[in-house]
T-cell receptor, first 113, second 110 residues
Framework: NAGVTQTPKFRVLKTGQSMTLLCAQD?????MYWYRQDPGMGLRLIHY???????AKGEVPDGYNVSRLKKQNFLLGLESAAPSQTSVYFC????????????FGEGSRLTVL | TQLLEQSPQFLSIQEGENLTVYCNSS?????LQWYRQEPGEGPVLLVT?????EVKKLKRLTFQFGDARKDSSLHITAAQPGDTGLYLC??????????FGAGTILRVKS
């Protein structure tokens, strides 16, 4: 059972380049999230989705875009990468019922030079 | 968005010692979760506490939710090297959004 899968695991970009991170979940969850994790700052919510075709801004959305064209996939895009976007990115999913447990992927480490 | 303060930020102890990690907020949460994260992995849920004053035990780990549902603590008895990791608390706001604390890095030396 794969759970939540993120690709790629590692990426190095130059300032101004664009890229897309892909998240796929096989648990039929309605909700999906993108977080970034930086030392001493915990996990900060970038964007989230409560269902196919819907997205919403989180705590730190600037410089990122997302799309949820299929229920199982949630894409995070950086149109023009900046060094401040160097971070570890985590995708998570959850069900709207129950206690709200998040199931996380293994993370994608992005470095912007 | 509500803020969740977690302390201490870093803890290095010897195997066999006890420790407590704290998670505090000035706001009320509908529930509170504790996650553990190992290097190179995503966080994994340890427990969810829902009721004010609730205490849950998971082997050597004891979780408590404050009476007013604003704070929580994680106590580990007789820590072992396998307990090493990053511990994150997350408050669940009404509407199911999570607010994470900054985390506590625990290192248990043998």
């Amino acid at each position: 059972n794969a759970g939540v899968t993120q690709t790629p695991k590692f990426r190095v970009l130059k300032t101004g380049q664009s890229m897309t991170l892909l998240c796929a979940q096989d648990m039929n969850h309605e909700y999906m999230y993108w977080y970034r994790q930086d030392p001493g700052m915990g996990l900060r919510l970038i964007h989230y989705s409560v269902g196919e075709g819907t997205t919403a801004k989180g705590e730190v959305p600037d410089g990122y875009n997302v799309s949820r064209l299929k229920k199982q996939n949630f894409l995070l895009g950086l149109e023009s990468a900046a060094p401040s976007q160097t971070s570890v990115y985590f995708c998570a999913s959850s069900s709207p019922t129950g206690t709200g447990e998040l199931f996380f992927g293994e993370g994608s480490r992005l470095t912007v030079l | 968005t509500q803020l969740l303060e977690q302390s201490p930020q870093f803890l290095s102890i010897q195997e066999g010692e006890n420790l407590t990690v704290y998670c505090n907020s000035s706001s009320v949460f509908s529930s509170l979760q504790w996650y553990r994260q190992e290097p190179g992995e995503g966080p994994v849920l340890l427990v969810t506490v829902v009721t004010g004053g609730e205490v849950k035990k998971l082997k050597r780990l004891t979780f408590q939710f404050g009476d007013a549902r604003k704070d929580s603590s994680l106590h580990i008895t007789a820590a072992q090297p396998g307990d090493t990791g990053l511990y994150l608390c997350a408050g669940v706001e009404y509407g199911n959004k999570l607010v994470f604390g900054a985390g506590t890095i625990l290192r248990v030396k043998s």
